[in-house]
């Protein structure tokens, strides 16, 4: 009888004690649990910067940069079109939008014009491209697309197929001139043997491209006219108009892949007038501040 007696006591205990460390240890791993979740955080996005083309207009894009700076937005990578290519190097190089500021405001337009005499020939175009491209470089110390401080994306149009071609890597100074060729304006840049033109007739705010380089959010900066608005007299202002007539299609659908769009208000502006260039540069700052709050908001910043 004892002997049953503590025999069923012994089987108690150990029941009894196996059932306490068996709820011990789903409540630990319960609080566990609760805890990582509690302490998970989440994804922080890629930032993508898309800098769309628009000529004299591109000005603009460093007002923008500079109020993103000024509230500590830092995109992860950048890619730009035409002139948007231009400030995206600049700024992908190191250079902070106050110092964006100071070489738009002492760039000798005239250090990047080298015109082609006579006008037709095989290439074709008035300016050659050799000067933008040697000021490019100069300016970003002959650093190339790869060796950026930030990743750095630059569009233009492969001239024989028509489609649009993103330079990752390579010469800096040269893609830029690639994608700022304007047909009939300057002559197409030829890389490894293939001709090269203005990536606004492919992309003229390039959304596509930044998240083709890994961003999900995507805040695109669109400096393009309306036609109607467009001066279209003389030869470069057809032009222009023809590249703003067929940019406008191709915007809607790019542009609705961007998480924020600013447009600055450069009404009036022509994409010839340099000119302009200060009154650019605030439009672009007052344009991003307007949103700020918004891009702040959808990026969760306090």
């Given at each position: 009888m004892i002997a049953v007696n503590e025999n069923n006591s012994h089987v108690d205990y150990h029941t009894s004690r196996r059932k306490f460390l068996t709820l011990l240890g789903m409540g630990s791993l319960s609080l566990a649990g609760l805890s990582g979740c509690s302490t998970?955080?989440?994804?922080?996005?890629?930032?993508?910067?898309?800098l769309g083309g628009g000529a004299a207009r591109g000005f603009a894009?460093?007002?923008?940069?500079k109020a993103l700076e000024a509230n500590g937005i830092k995109p992860d990578l950048v890619v730009g079109t035409s002139a948007g290519s231009v400030i995206a190097a600049l700024y992908a190089s190191g250079y902070r939008g106050t110092e964006l500021n100071r070489i738009?405001?002492?760039?000798?337009?005239?250090?990047?014009?080298?015109?082609?005499?006579?006008?037709?020939?095989?290439?074709?175009?008035?300016?050659?491209?050799d000067a933008l491209q040697s000021m490019v470089n100069r300016l970003v110390k002959n650093q190339s697309i790869e060796s950026t401080k930030i990743p750095l994306g630059i569009v233009a149009t492969d001239l024989k197929t028509g489609q649009g071609v993103l330079f990752q890597r390579g010469d800096m100074g040269q893609a830029v001139r690639a994608s700022c060729s304007i047909p009939s304006i300057f002559q197409p840049?030829?890389?490894?043997?293939?001709?090269?033109?203005?990536?606004?007739?492919?992309s003229p705010v390039p959304v596509r491209y930044a998240s083709q380089m890994g961003a999900d959010f995507i805040i695109a900066v669109n400096i393009s006219t309306e036609p109607s608005s467009q001066d279209s007299s003389g030869t470069v202002g057809i032009i222009l108009?023809?590249?703003?007539?067929?940019?406008?299609?191709?915007?809607?659908?790019?542009l609705e892949r961007a998480q924020v769009v600013?447009?600055?208000?450069?009404?009036?502006m022509r994409g010839t007038d340099f000119?302009?260039?200060?009154?650019?540069?605030?439009?672009?700052?007052?344009a991003a501040l307007l949103q700020m709050d918004q891009i702040k908001s959808k990026l969760g910043i306090r």
């Open positions: 998970v955080s989440p994804k922080k996005p890629v930032i993508g910067l898309a894009h460093i007002g923008v940069i738009a405001l002492t760039l000798d337009e005239a250090a990047i014009t080298d015109w082609a005499l006579p006008f037709s020939g095989k290439f074709g175009g008035m300016i050659k491209g840049t030829i890389i490894n043997g293939r001709e090269y033109v203005d990536g606004g007739l492919v108009q023809t590249i703003s007539i067929m940019g406008q299609r191709i915007d809607q659908f790019e600013i447009r600055p208000e450069l009404k009036g000119k302009s260039r200060s009154n650019a540069i605030l439009a672009g700052e007052e």
